[in-house]
């Protein structure tokens, strides 16, 4: 058993009891599949904004669970305050990382190889989950500036060393922005905004196992293809996946919503896009 959550939410030491209990659960459950948990290896994090948070020593096998800020699953780097700076940080560093191997090791002029080498092996790692962690970051740095900026301009610069990089053009008078033209490569944010409609389009079409009705109420008469916008009073959730994707759903003409297939929806997102940076 690799990667196992629990989770619950927290409003009386009575939950706390009932999220102990089934962590004892999961000590017999060990028990019965002959398996084990190591407690060295688990860890509580505690998801709120409140200023007195319900609190709780949890434990597994007698060995009080340590609390951490922040913790990966599944690849995803989950900060206590929803906020994706660390996250971010990980990918771009390990994007930079995967592109300064190529860089060193695979010395070949063939612009088509090396443009292949970063879509296969360094753009993914700066796109890997983004429908999660795409949400706007509006916390302010010391200096007061949108750390949603900071943020955006970190990813993007990794795109824009390999377009460096696969154009072998590295003179500073040359033009960056001329060069992903001429690659053809739209920025990782519009890519973003993409993933973010796809996996709207698949969870509306029953392709993925997230139940639209525990969160979306679709329109009605000539707006059912549209849906209703959400309400929310906090920053991490009006900018979270569905508050923000709904909002860029129901700008779609009615044809690309009810696209009949996955393909003809995204080739659809892109002709849409395209012509609104034109």
Not at 176 to 203: C, F, G, N, P
Request: hydrophobic share 35%; net charge positive.
């Amino acid at each position: 058993a690799d990667d196992t959550l629990l989770y619950l939410a927290l409003h009386s030491p009575s939950d706390c009891n009932k999220l102990q209990e089934d962590l004892h659960n999961l000590e017999r459950w060990e028990s019965d599949w002959q398996m084990s948990f190591h407690p060295d290896k688990c860890e509580v994090i505690h998801i709120t904004t409140r200023k007195a948070p319900v609190m709780h020593n949890y434990s597994l096998h007698g060995q009080i669970l340590s609390s951490v800020p922040c913790i990966k699953y599944l690849g995803v780097n989950i900060s206590h305050d929803l906020k994706w700076n660390k996250h971010i940080n990980s990918v771009s560093s390990k994007a930079n990382q995967t592109l300064g191997f190529l860089k060193r090791n695979l010395r070949i002029n063939s612009k088509t190889v090396k443009e292949r080498a970063y879509k296969s092996l360094v753009r993914p790692k700066l796109e890997y989950c983004s429908t999660v962690w795409d949400p706007k970051s509006i916390s302010k740095d010391n200096e007061g500036d949108l750390t949603l900026h900071r943020l955006v301009h970190q990813l993007e610069m990794v795109q824009r060393r390999a377009a460096r990089w696969v154009s072998n053009r590295y003179h500073n008078t040359s033009s960056v922005t001329d060069m992903l033209h001429s690659l053809e490569w739209r920025s990782l944010e519009q890519r973003r905004v993409d993933a973010r409609l796809s996996m709207l389009y698949k969870i509306r079409n029953n392709l993925v196992a997230i139940n639209e009705d525990n969160y979306l109420t679709r329109g009605t008469g000539r707006r059912q293809h549209q849906y209703r916008q959400l309400r929310a009073d906090k920053d991490y959730t009006r900018f979270s996946f569905f508050p923000r994707t709904v909002v860029q759903w129901n700008q779609l003409p009615t044809d690309t919503c009810l696209a009949e297939s996955l393909d003809s929806f995204k080739a659809q997102v892109l002709k849409v896009q395209h012509s609104r940076l034109i």
